[in-house]
């Protein structure tokens, strides 16, 4: 009991140095690990929405054939728009979470509740900064689409990356020292916002 409580204290500590060490300037050298494999995907059955999606981003004007559709940062506002959880520019997060319970194999369901807390918590931080910007809405780029859509999904992305439920999540250290140096030096929203 005695060696299990010093072993953790050792732990904790050992976390908290390295977690206080990084420099945010100097992220660590992965070695080509593919830091995305450390949270596993959820198996999510979409349908044709790619398929329309793809078409969709292929037709666009920025359309570029050198990198893949879902590359594009049109792509998760089509995503959005196609499967409703994106209606007139703003997310619906009681559809987001049905789509989700509807859509995601029922071996992966756990994940679910991680995406729903990993959307409040973006769309919460994403608002608050145009609210304190004085932004109503995104304007339209060049692309064909509102950025807004498009920082949901990457900020999510992260965010789940962060929250990964443990049975999904790749134990090796690469993956930990890439979750630490995340949590240090890259806070929510995770993403470059922009200020119009
Ligand atoms: C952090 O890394 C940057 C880029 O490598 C370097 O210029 C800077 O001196 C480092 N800062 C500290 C405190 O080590
Ligand atoms: C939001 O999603 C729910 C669940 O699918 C749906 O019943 C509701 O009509 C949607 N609201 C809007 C504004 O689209």
Redesign the pocket.
Known sequence: MRKSIISFCVVTLVLECTQAAF????PPNFNNFDINTCCRTPELDMGDVPQKCDKYVSGLKSANSKYPSYAHLCYPDCIYRETGAMVNGKINMSRVKQYLEQHVHRRDQDIVTHIVHSFEACLGNVKSHMKSSNIESYKVLPHGCSPFAGIIYSCVNAETFLKCPPKMWKNERPCNLAKEFAEQCNPLPHVPLPSS
């Open positions: 420099n945010c300037s100097a």
